[in-house]
Structure formats: C-alpha cells, structure tokens
C-alpha cells in the first residue's frame, strides 16, 4: 500500500483470527467484561495510536465460552494514519500491522492475517456461510484433560448413527425458531447446509462425537440447541424423529435443552469471489434489513 494524497481516506482490512473463548464473554464489547471485540479494538488502538479504539465488525458473533479457529473481521483505517503506523519498515503496511498486533495480543487471541479486503467487502454481510464443530466424549477412558475447556464430557454412550438420522430432515431453510432464543422482530428463518454427526477414527478427533453444523446464518443459540436435541436422541430419551418434531413446533416452549458452549467451535466463514464480495453484501443486507428490526449481527450460534 502507497500512500495517498487523501490521507483521511480509509482502507479496509481483513483480519483472520483464531481465539480460545473460555476467558472471554463473548465477542462483543460489555461494560466491565473481558470480550473478544474490547480486546482487538483496544490492542488496535494502542499500535495505531488512534484517540480512541477503531470498530471492528465481525462476521458472526460468539457467546460466552465459544472458541474460533476461523472466524473474520474488517476495520476500516485512514490511509495516512495506516502509514504512519508503519514507522521506517520498508515492509508492507498489513504486514507491519499484523507483526505489531501480535506483540501486544494476549495468547488466547490469535490474528493470522491482515490484508487490505477487496472492494465491496463487508466481513459481515458478504459471508455466504458459517461452519460449527460441537465435540462430544462420551467415553471416560477418552477423556483428555488437555482438551476439556473444548470438548463436552458425557457421562452416557451416544448413538452417532441415530443423531446423525435425526438431524437429516432440519436440514435446509425452516423457521428455527424452536432451537433459538428470540429476540425482538428478528426473523428465525434459516438456511442449514448441513447438519451431521460423525465419530472419527483417525486424527485430532479420533473417537470423539463430533456434529458439523453449517448455514447461511445462525440465530442466538442454535447450534447449541441443535446439538442438545441430538444428544437426547443419542442418549434414546427422544426417538429420531423428535427433531424434527421440535422444529415443527416453531416454539422455544418445546423443551430443547442447550449444551454448554465450551465444546462448540468455529471453524470457518465462507465468502464470494472477490468481484462478487459487494453484491453478495448488498443482497444480505436487503434481506436482513427487510426481515430483522433487531440491528444486532444475527451470525452467531451461541
């Protein structure tokens, strides 16, 4: 990046990171909490040397607890003020940005990459999709005490074959509003990709139960409830059609249980071709904008 005769102008940057959620509550900014959010903008602001801390925006909020290995943001950063933060490196200014974050950024939060986004790029508004991981052991002789802050122990075998039958007919776009926490004029309606359990046999998850949980979008809590309606099938307190029963229902009255967060992860945010960035955020928020009266970004799953 060179710099610009108009020093006010902004560029807006990517940034790719990674967090372990269990010392923080949640993503956004909260008087008097630990959060993702406060902790970025703050180090944002101390290596930019801005009179108060930058917004950035996220691609899909987390509750409480919620880890991330892939989750993306944006800040919009005057031009000159970006340069100047560069100080004499000769290096490009993102990467000089990221070099210095890393510096001040507690271990628990990891920011991969900066790069300057493409144009019409909202970190928000332009995803196409999220992807969830929920990790289950229910097997005590499993269980790793290096992972428990991410994986949820079980006191009784689960029958993966059965969650994973269960969960087949949510897939695809419904009104979820049985499998999440309602908020004021927001619209429930979702579309879910994919909706699967597996139990690995080989590598970092070898053993565990692990659901794959993938939409356009997640209202509050959802993956969570989505799992818990699962894990009562998979204990045979429910039979397998009681998901889909539930969701049916329309009603957060039909008793789906939430899981605790520590064993929900996300992996990944999908987004266009870049020449494609700025109509998909134009179509996204048209339709958000059309549907929620609630201005809150409405990607998380809690």
């Given at each position: 990046m060179s710099a610009s005769p108009d020093d006010d102008a902004a560029v807006r940057l990517r940034l790719d990171l990674a967090y372990d959620g269990s010392r923080f509550a949640g993503w956004a900014v909260q008087p008097g909490l630990r959060t993702?959010?406060?902790?970025?903008?703050?180090?944002?602001?101390?290596?930019?040397?801005?009179?108060?801390?930058?917004?950035?925006?996220?691609?899909?909020?987390?509750?409480?607890?919620?880890?991330?290995?892939?989750?993306?943001?944006?800040?919009?950063?005057?031009?000159?003020?970006?340069?100047?933060?560069?100080?004499?490196?000769?290096?490009?200014?993102?990467?000089?940005?990221?070099?210095?974050?890393?510096?001040?950024?507690?271990?628990?939060?990891?920011?991969?990459?900066?790069?300057q986004a493409p144009d019409g790029f909202d970190a928000r508004f332009s995803a196409l999709r999220r992807r969830y991981t929920y990790r289950v052991c229910d097997d005590s002789a499993r269980r790793d005490p290096l992972a428990r802050a991410h994986v949820l122990w079980h006191r009784r075998p689960l029958d993966v074959e059965?969650?994973?039958?269960?969960?087949?007919?949510?897939?695809?776009?419904?009104?979820?509003?049985?499998?999440?926490?309602?908020?004021?004029?927001?619209t429930t309606i979702r579309t879910l990709e994919v909706f699967r359990w597996s139990r690995p046999l080989d590598g970092p998850d070898a053993g565990l139960v692990v659901a794959t949980v993938q939409a356009d979008a997640f209202c509050h809590s959802m993956v969570r409830t989505l799992v818990g309606a699962?894990?009562?099938?998979?204990?045979?307190?429910?039979?397998?059609?009681?998901?889909?029963?539930?969701?049916?229902?329309?009603?957060?009255?039909?008793?789906?249980?939430v899981v605790p967060a520590h064993g929900l992860t996300l992996e990944e945010v999908g987004y266009p071709a870049d020449d494609e960035m700025g109509a998909r955020a134009e179509r996204t928020r048209s339709r958000r904008e059309a549907h929620d009266v609630d201005p809150r970004p409405q990607g998380c799953c809690g």
């Open positions: 993702v959010q406060g902790v970025l903008e703050d180090a944002l602001g101390m290596v930019l040397r801005t009179d108060g801390p930058p917004r950035v925006t996220v691609a899909g909020r987390t509750d409480s607890g919620v880890h991330a290995r892939g989750q993306v943001a944006h800040v919009d950063i005057p031009v000159g003020l970006l340069e100047r933060s560069r100080g004499r490196a000769e290096r490009p200014v993102e990467e000089a940005l990221l070099t210095r974050l890393g510096g001040v950024l507690p271990t628990d939060l990891v920011v991969h990459a900066v790069t059965a969650m994973d039958v269960a969960g087949r007919p949510l897939e695809g776009r419904h009104d979820f509003a049985s499998y999440c926490k309602p908020r004021a004029g927001a699962s894990v009562a099938v998979g204990e045979g307190r429910r039979d397998a059609g009681w998901p889909a029963q539930l969701l049916a229902a329309r009603s957060r009255l039909a008793g789906a249980h």
